[in-house]
């Protein structure tokens, strides 16, 4: 079984900089394409980043490019997502996801992720 756990949201001002972090158990993690998404109040959940399993290639919605990186370290069954210049629009819980092999065009689909997390919040006040 696979679990994850994020941690490292929290209330930070427009501007400012948080990284988030999510812990994954289980000895499949470096073979896994994984995932960051985000639901704010209202709204449908939506994707934010993905990582390829060799870490080769990365995939950002539009809204976060240029702000946020994602990365992970296979040693540590650890994937990051740095999130910098934040908005209050980027207000919502964000979840880490692992998924199974899936094409690019996959990426930032919900339905290729089989397990995710409990979401951290994040607040950006302006």
């Known amino acids: 079984q696979v679990q994850l756990v994020e941690s490292g949201g929290g209330l930070v001002q427009a501007g400012g900089s948080l990284r988030l972090s999510c812990v994954v158990s289980g000895r499949t993690f470096s073979r896994r394409p994984m995932g960051w998404f985000r639901q704010a109040p209202g709204k449908e959940r939506e994707f934010v980043a993905a990582i390829s399993w060799m870490d080769v290639n990365t995939y950002y919605t539009d809204s976060v490019k240029g702000r946020f990186t994602i990365s992970r370290d296979n040693a540590k069954n650890t994937l990051y997502l740095q999130m910098n210049s934040l908005k209050p629009e980027d207000t919502a819980v964000y979840y880490c996801?692992?998924?199974?092999?899936?094409?690019?065009?996959?990426?930032?689909?919900?339905?290729?992720?089989?397990?995710w997390g409990q979401g951290t919040q994040v607040t950006v006040s302006s």
């Open positions: 996801a692992a998924g199974r092999a899936m094409s690019s065009s996959d990426y930032p689909a919900e339905g290729p992720y089989d397990y």
